[in-house]
């Protein structure tokens, strides 16, 4: 079994130059952690999660270094202003992605060594599908219960 045949082709990608607002909207309604990002060709650029976004509002190390208090519950209204900031100051860089024809297996251990829970498919640079551990998952169960 190869990642073609059990990916998901419906993704829902942000650009670069959209407003965090854009894709935390897209993670509530859609019920979904995260987002591929794209360029206008639809090469893969980078990703953004819930993570990240979250991650924006926490004390940078040097600050936590100082051994400042911090009143956590009063940071949380740094969300607002985290909202009006463009994915691209936020996003993870750099992502890693697999291709088509990779074995489901290969891609659930890729998954497995990197903490990932689903990696972008892509051919050529350009973005063509997700694949979950879940994915990979149903879809050895499904082989193994009709065979």
């Not at 953004?48 to 926490?58: A, G, P, T, V, W």
Request: net charge negative.
């Amino acid at each position: 079994m190869i990642v073609q045949s059990i990916m998901s082709t419906d993704v829902k990608t942000v650009t670069a130059d959209q407003p965090v607002k854009d894709i935390a909207l897209m993670m509530i309604m859609d019920h979904i952690s995260g987002a591929p990002v794209v360029d206008a060709d639809n090469n893969l650029i980078g990703i953004i999660s819930e993570k990240d976004i979250l991650q924006h509002m926490f004390p940078k190390l040097e600050d936590i270094m100082s051994d400042t208090h911090f009143d956590f519950e009063n940071m949380e209204t740094n969300y607002k202003e985290t909202m009006n900031v463009k994915i691209s100051e936020i996003m993870t860089h750099g992502v890693d992605s697999i291709d088509l024809d990779m074995p489901c297996l290969k891609a659930a251990s890729t998954m497995w060594l990197k903490k990932y829970r689903r990696i972008p498919v892509t051919q050529n640079g350009k973005l063509v599908g997700i694949v979950s551990i879940g994915d990979v998952h149903r879809a050895i169960f499904k082989s193994c219960m009709t065979s």
